[in-house]
């Protein structure tokens, strides 16, 4: 009796022993799932800018040829390829003097499989720097992969509206677009330049422990 008893406890113990170790492997294997999304998913952004197409250089030329555009200068440009899981994306277009208040109708097209699709129209100021947001729909994903083609069509009730362009920010899943004005360093580049620092500081942090 006491010998069986023995035996079923020591039975128990086996079993708890294996659903612990079950558990560990499972939080193992969520942990491994989690980190592989996540590593797909990672934000970023690829901005066209100068000295692609036509996108202005610097400020004191926003209303110069060739930058400063009118109605027959419709023009378009082509974005890096970005491959990777995509959950979300949006198109981003810094325009300078867009005069929607007054009339002016000036329309961003993308690519979708062959077809230009209407995204939507600029918005913005009279002689300001104003970004426009336009969500990308999954059709545009695939698109996204081989490289985005992007269409502006200026003033299209041929108005006598022109328009000057500094940034086309495609964003993915989130990924931090730069500022309006030509010539601000990209995020990628302040993105690089702080993990330097970073890197710097737990040097010296280091050096410094070794001192002590
Ligand atoms: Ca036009
Ligand atoms: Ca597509
Ligand atoms: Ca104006
Ligand atoms: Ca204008």
Redesign the pocket.
């Known amino acids: 009796m006491l010998k069986n008893l023995f035996i079923r406890e020591n039975l128990k113990e086996k079993e708890v022993k294996k659903m612990k170790s079950a558990k560990l492997l499972m939080a193992i294997l969520g942990i491994l799932l989690i980190s592989g999304t996540l590593a797909n998913a990672v934000p970023l952004v690829d901005v066209v800018q100068s000295p692609t197409g036509f996108f202005v250089p610097d400020e004191t030329q926003v209303y110069d040829w060739p930058y400063y555009r009118w109605y027959g200068d419709d023009w378009g440009w082509t974005h890096n390829a970005i491959g990777g899981t995509i959950t979300t994306a949006t198109l981003n277009i810094s325009a300078w003097?867009?005069?929607a208040a007054?009339g002016?109708v000036d329309e961003i097209y993308a690519d979708d499989n062959g077809v230009m699709t209407l995204l939507g129209t600029l918005s913005g100021l009279?002689?300001d720097w104003g970004y426009t947001t336009f969500p990308l729909g999954a059709n545009f994903f695939d698109d996204i992969a081989s490289g985005l083609q992007v269409f502006l069509e200026i003033d299209v009730n041929d108005d006598g509206?022109?328009v000057t362009l500094s940034k086309s920010a495609l964003s993915i899943d989130g990924g931090t677009i730069p500022g309006p004005r030509p010539g601000v360093p990209e995020p990628a580049t302040l993105l690089l330049l702080g993990s330097g620092l970073i890197g710097l500081g737990f040097a010296r942090k280091r050096f410094k422990k070794q001192l002590n």
């Open positions: 003097d867009v005069d007054s002016e009279n002689d509206w022109a």
